[in-house]
């Protein structure tokens, strides 16, 4: 997949230079290789609601949800940007 050009207005935290680096950081992983990434987003989602709040588990959890959002808004970004180029 070709290097993204993500839109000039970025969504959110993306319009620092920071934020434009981690967006393009993300879009280059694939799901894999995100944190927990063998499980599906529907699963992560319902593991990250029903984990105890007291458990060891639920930074891990919390990580992993970040992690994932910040991929699927990267792809959200490029993909819609495509899109609207047809």
Known sequence: MARPEFPVPMPGHWVSEEGRRIADEYFGRDRSHLVMGDMSDFQLANEQFLVDRYDLQLIAYQTAAKDRIR??????AYYKQLWERR
């Open 71 to 76: 991929w699927l808004s990267a792809q959200l």
